[in-house]
């Protein structure tokens, strides 16, 4: 139950893309398809802007996008906005009902 | 609109026990598969424990397995989790999840658990 690699932190001006990785095993990413993405600002609840792997929740807006090639998933965010600054994690079924989280990036707008 | 709120949390000594209690409302609690996912301070979200709709199926995070236990009572749409052999480590902020089909799509506010 290792956590999912992802990159301690990205940055982009406004109205650039960024794109976060996050990279597990066959026995998680690699073997299902059903990869979250949270959004979570200090103090708030973690919400989600992307599940099962490319699909985007109601009113979470059409610059966060997501894809996945082989054991890595990856997030873009694209026409970075100041609101979208924070900690963003992915989360992967690994099988019998469990779950693992990744290790968490920090995305700055500058 | 479902809710979820924990309660429970507070500061307790290493190797004492404590228990937390989740009250859901606003959904069919019974049908849903239901979550514990943690996060200590300056560290990231970790999954904790998992029960099945009916309470008959739980899993564990290695980190947690044998100490803690995750219950429900679909009678009064609550989820537990007992935790039992406190470690200093496990001092974090103790969210309950709500899981639909794959997503942890309702999340609690949180309960601080402090082991000191």
């Given amino acids: 139950q290792s956590a999912l690699t992802q990159p301690r932190s990205v940055s982009g001006s406004p109205g650039q893309s960024v794109t976060i990785s996050c990279t597990g095993s066959s026995s998680d990413v690699g073997n299902y398809d059903y990869v979250s993405w949270f959004q979570h600002h200090p103090g708030k609840v973690p919400k989600v802007v992307i599940y099962d792997v490319t699909k985007r929740p109601s009113g979470v807006p059409e610059r966060f996008s997501g894809s996945k090639s082989g054991n890595t998933a990856s997030l873009t965010i694209s026409g970075l906005q100041a609101e979208d600054e924070g900690d963003y994690y992915c989360c992967s079924y690994a099988g019998s009902y469990n779950y693992v989280f990744g290790s968490g990036t920090q995305v700055a707008v500058l | ?116």
């Fill in chain 2, 1 to 116: 609109q479902e809710q979820l709120v924990e309660s429970g949390g507070g500061v307790v000594q290493p190797g004492r026990s404590l228990r937390l209690s989740c009250a859901a409302s606003g959904f069919s609690f019974s049908t849903y598969v239901m979550h514990w996912v943690r996060q200590a301070p300056g560290k990231g979200l970790e999954w904790v424990a998992v029960v099945s709709y009916d309470g008959t199926n739980q899993y564990y995070a290695d980190s947690v397995r044998g100490r803690f236990s995750i219950s429900r009572d679909n009678s009064r749409d609550t989820v537990y989790l007992q935790m039992n052999t406190l470690k200093v480590e496990d001092t974090a902020v103790y969210y309950c999840v709500r899981a639909r089909l794959f997503v942890l799509d309702s999340w609690g506010q949180g309960s601080l658990v402090t082991v000191s």
